[in-house]
């Protein structure tokens, strides 16, 4: 039980990254992500650009902590028009994973 609590709180970046990825909170408000502009990628065709920072402060904000989270999950996962569609793969994604 407390094990499918801890999978169900860290899924929730994952769900907003989705959001944004996908065009579900308007583009003036939300977070402005770059996306890897290559064609040939392991994960997700999704994936987010991995800044570097000079600084440890900047490591704590949300964008930073979710991206190699969203870019290690799969394409079957993460390429859905619905949420809850994507909430369920990751559920069964996490569940799937060694812990």
């Not at 094990?3 to 907003?16: P, S």
Request: net charge neutral; glycine share 4%.
């Amino acid at each position: 039980m407390a094990l499918t609590q801890l999978l169900n709180t860290e899924d929730c970046g994952e769900i907003e990254v989705f959001k944004i990825t996908h065009d579900l909170y308007d583009p003036d408000v939300s977070l402005n992500l770059a996306y890897y502009s290559g064609t040939i990628t392991r994960g997700n065709k999704y994936k987010l650009i991995n800044h570097r920072f000079r600084y440890d402060l900047r490591k704590y904000y949300f964008s930073v902590r979710v991206i190699n989270i969203w870019n290690s999950l799969p394409n079957h996962v993460v390429d859905f028009n619905s949420v809850n569609v994507v909430k369920a793969r990751l559920d069964r994604f996490w569940m799937d994973q060694d812990v």
